[in-house]
């Protein structure tokens, strides 16, 4: 049986050993990137007057101050895209939607979920940005008393007024009736932009949308940890252990 086993462990180190280069080094082109967006900039770097929500990326940003401040406007330039589409949304929930709009517009740790699309306003997008759980449910408990008429926000509005309105016959109600959990919330509102992650803030995998600057960007880590799945470098860190497992079951087959 050490044999067998022994036999199988080499083998497998001979197959990773032989892998191409470019899939066992971290790939860094997926490591401070800006998207290439409507209003991103074409590389990340520091914005010291940052506003308000946004000023946690100030020291390496993807957004320029302009951004930061038409994304705390309740219908700005940006996009034309009015919160209040069902009535005044209530000011804890919008500070969620601002805070979305930073992390968007600012983070240069979103490579690892960047594709592309063909899109009139952008060339690509984020898809499963693995956000911390807490971050969701608390963007879902703040949102709960405010109002809404799709589930969807990436499309389907009327925008013959210049900004997006409820289609005809689509009726306001508060937000659990279109998103019954904080699952459906951050990963169906911006066509799964998102997708809510198991893992907690602090825990080094999952993307946070609320941190304190002082503290460093934690979103860094995560990035690299995703970029190192994503380039099988994580793997290439278990040669070790297994080039000891199969030398250790070698000896204990010629010794028996």
Known sequence: MAHWITTRLLLLLVFVSEAQPSTLHLRTELLNVCMDAKH??????????????????????????????????????????????CGKMEPACKRHFIQDTCLYEC???????????????????????PLCKEDCETWWEDCRSSFTCKGNWHKGWNWTSGHNQCPVQAACHTFPFYFPTPADLCNEIWSHSYKVSNYSRGSGRCIQMWFDPAQGNPNEEVARFYAEVVSGAGFRRAWAPLLSLALTLTLLWLLC
């Open 40 to 85: 991103h900039k074409e590389r990340p770097g520091p914005e010291d007057r940052l506003h308000q929500q946004c000023s946690p990326w100030r020291r390496n940003a993807c957004c320029t101050v302009n951004t930061s401040k038409e994304a705390h406007k309740d219908m700005s330039y940006l996009y034309g895209f009015n919160w209040d589409h």
């Open 107 to 129: 983070s240069p740790n979103l490579g690892p979920w960047i594709t592309k699309v063909d899109q009139s306003w952008r060339k690509e997008r984020v898809l499963n940005v």
